[in-house]
Structure formats: C-alpha cells, structure tokens
C-alpha cells in the first residue's frame, strides 16, 4: 500500500519534489500537497514579468492540472495548514479538516519582511510575493494611486518598474546611499538610478523609514530625517524570512521532538542561514534536532 507523504506548500519546491519523487518512486507514496494560494503552482520569479505586463498570469504555471491528475497526487490549495499533530500524524488545515501523514515535507517557501515600524499594519500596506499581490499591485495602478515601494534592491526595482509602467506614480526608497549595494558598486549604482528614473520612477535614497502614517489607511510614509512622502499604499519590497509559525508550533508542543525530526522535514530550494529561521534543509540530509533549531532562534 502507497506510504501517505503529505506537502505544505504548493510552490516551485513542492512541484520538482513531486516530479522527482513520481519518477524514482511512482506509486510509492500516496502524495497529498497542501498550499494556502488559491491556484496551481506557479514559477513565482516570472511573477515581476506579470507584473510588468510582459507575462500572462497563467503562462508561468509550472503544471498543469492533468499533470497532478497523472501522478495520483491530492491537490488541496487556497487551505492554510495550521498545525502538526506530531503524535497522530495528522495535519490540521485551516477549514478543520485533518489529513493522516507517515512522511510530512514542509516546503514553506519565504514570507515578506514586513519594517516593524508604526504604521506598518495600516490598510494600504503591502508587500510583493505572490499573484494575489501582482492583482492588487495592477489594480493600484489602473487607478493611478501613488505608491511608495520600500526596499532598493532587485525586488523592490521590479516592483517600481512593474507599477510604473502599469501606470502608478511610484516613489522608491532605499535605507542606503545606492540601489543593489550588494551587487553594484557606486558608479554602477549611480547608471541604475539614471535608468530607473528615466522610467518615470522618483528614487529617494538614504531613507531610513520612520513610520507610515495616516488614520486607517495609508497616507504617507516619513522618513527618519523628516522628509515625508505622500502615498496611497506602499509596498514592502525590503526582503524574506523563513514562515517559520508551523514549525515553531511542532517542536514548541512537543514532548517527543527528535522523532518529530524523523518524520518531518523541510525542504526548500531556498536555504536560509538568517538569524530566527529554520534552515531549509534536504531530504538527503538529517533532519534539523529541534536544540538546533531553538538555537538560532
Ligand atoms: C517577485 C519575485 C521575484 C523573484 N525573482 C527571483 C529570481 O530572479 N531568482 C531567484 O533565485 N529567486 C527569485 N525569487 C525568489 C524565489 O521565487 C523563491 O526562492 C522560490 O519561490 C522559493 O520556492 P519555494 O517552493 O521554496 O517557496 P515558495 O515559492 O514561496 O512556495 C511556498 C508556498 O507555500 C505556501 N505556504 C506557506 N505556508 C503555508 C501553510 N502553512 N499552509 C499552506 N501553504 C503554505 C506559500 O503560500 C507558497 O505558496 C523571487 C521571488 C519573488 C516574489
């Protein structure tokens, strides 16, 4: 009988794990995937390309549905899983429905950094990670709202460019004193922003964001040497962390955490080393003890 091997997330990972596992191994595991976006995984990098009106929004799923069908795997998506009950091998998805696991591979992905300014939780703030977001983004735009995109770095610049040329005025704001510090040096920093603003985008740098304001919606932003930037939304674009709240709730519940480490792994084509995430680790490799784990916490 085919061992039931449950997925969190149905994104770029879950999707080659599945191919993977299907070719070496078909028929082996009853394969279930559980993702909380509404749709078929999709190639989320060309996300930026949709955006920016280059890509059509279906063209970037990765599978289509008869695929799944073919290799006998329960697709679940628009569910969000919201608990592991590591002693029955259950996992609990947000609707109350429970579905049994031998094996559980959690492949989460990254969730946007959000400033922990105030502010930061107003209406009008969001952030650029998903299609629902790139819905929201081009409706801003048809609109004509203005946006202030927060983050200088190759995330935040698609963001700006896909909002301008959709048709948003659009003010970016970078902490540093060039856009892609990590990547450019000065002078190649300096052609960039001549780019990007002969694209109509206002770039503002050395903004250290100090709060975003307004009563309950978004209003502006004010930066921390008083300069301040009307907006109808802004969008953070200033980085990712590990979505790190199922797992926390697996080890933090649990009397019996290192055969939770055996029948749980993570799986991320995305390792990360950043300070308060769990490191995605492979199937090949043995599961993060959960000492470890509090340990970077
Ligand atoms: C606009 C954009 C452009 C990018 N461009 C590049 C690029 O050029 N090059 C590059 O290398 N990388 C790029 N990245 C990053 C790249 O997309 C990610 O590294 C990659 O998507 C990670 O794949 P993943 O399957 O691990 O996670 P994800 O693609 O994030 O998929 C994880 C899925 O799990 C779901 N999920 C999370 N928690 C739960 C839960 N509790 N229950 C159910 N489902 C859950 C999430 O909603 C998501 O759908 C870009 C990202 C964005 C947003």
Redesign the pocket.
């Known amino acids: 009988m085919s061992e039931p091997l449950v997925i969190?997330?149905?994104?770029?990972?879950?999707a080659r794990l599945v191919d993977e596992l299907t070719k070496i191994a078909l028929g082996r595991y009853a394969i279930a995937v559980?993702?909380?976006?509404p749709r078929l995984a999709y190639n989320?990098?060309l996300?930026?390309s949709v955006l920016a009106g280059e890509t059509a929004s279906h063209e970037i799923e990765l599978r289509s549905a008869s695929w799944w069908q073919d290799r006998g795997v329960t697709l679940k998506y628009g569910?969000?899983?919201t608990e592991i009950d590591v002693g029955r091998r259950e996992l609990k998805i947000a609707n109350d429905e429970s579905i049994a696991f031998s094996k559980l591979i959690l492949?989460?992905?990254?969730a946007p950094l959000r400033l922990n300014v105030p502010g930061a939780d107003l209406a009008g703030v969001r952030t650029?990670?998903?299609s629902r977001d790139v819905d929201l983004l081009l409706t801003l735009a048809a609109q004509k709202k203005r946006v202030v995109v927060v983050g200088g770095g190759l995330?935040g610049l698609?963001a700006a460019y896909g909002l301008a040329k959709a048709g948003a005025p659009v003010t970016l704001i970078h902490l540093m004193d060039r856009l892609m510090e990590r990547q450019l040096d000065a002078p190649a920093a300096e052609l960039l922003k001549s780019l990007v603003e002969r694209k109509g985008i206002k770039i503002l740098l050395n903004a250290n964001t100090a709060r975003i304001y307004g009563e309950s919606h978004v209003e502006g932003v004010e930066l921390a040497d008083g300069r301040r930037i009307e907006a109808d939304a802004v969008i953070f674009a200033a980085g990712s962390t590990i979505?790190c709240k199922?797992v926390r709730r697996v080890f933090s519940r649990s009397a019996n955490a290192p055969s939770i480490a055996a029948s749980v792994m993570a799986w991320?084509?995305?390792p990360t080393s950043r300070r308060g995430c769990w490191r995605g680790i492979s199937p090949a490799m043995p599961p993060a003890t959960p000492a470890a784990w509090s340990r970077r916490t």
Do not use: K, Y
């Open positions: 969190v997330g149905n994104g770029m990972a879950a559980i993702g909380d976006e989320r990098v996300l930026s569910c969000l899983a492949a989460t992905g990254s650029f990670r998903d995330l698609e979505p199922l991320s084509s995305r």
